[in-house]
């Protein structure tokens, strides 16, 4: 029986964002005929056939099903972007795009350390400070 079904769509979720670099998570394609997945990247929520896709050849192991994450890399610090996935079968059936993704990067700077304490060690100094607290979010408030 030939394959005419293409790939289930994947349901994507970005879980961190640094300066330069994106980490997203996204749910495994069961698809027996499963090739690669692609993550197209948006500078803008109109995604057009111009948006860069990163996949196998940026990260290898997008050519498993099993796979569920991914790192983008080589970002633009102050660039906002939008994400989309989509799964690719062996015949080139090419499923429809994921929901759309736009993390956000805290551009705060880490809280200040306000209790440095300096001790004179043999052998040299030992430093002591507490660690800022963080929200339920992990971000710290400045």
Partial sequence: RA???????????????????LAV?????PDVSFLAYQLQISPDSE????????????????????????IVTGLLPTQEYWLRLR?????????????????????????????????LVSGGIQLEWSAPIADAMGLVPV
């Fill in 87 to 119: 799964a690719v079968d062996v015949l080139e059936h090419a499923g429809e795009w994921s929901n759309i993704v736009s993390p956000i990067m805290n551009t705060n700077p880490p809280a200040a350390i306000t209790d440095l304490r300096a001790t």
């Fill in 47 to 70: 995604f057009d056939a111009a948006d860069p896709v990163w996949s196998t050849p940026e990260d290898p192991a997008l050519a498993h099903a099993t796979t569920s994450s991914t």
């Fill in 3 to 21: 394959d005419t079904q293409a790939p289930p769509t994947p349901v994507l979720h970005a879980t961190a964002r640094s300066a330069d670099s």
């Fill in 25 to 29: 998570e996204f749910t495994p394609c």
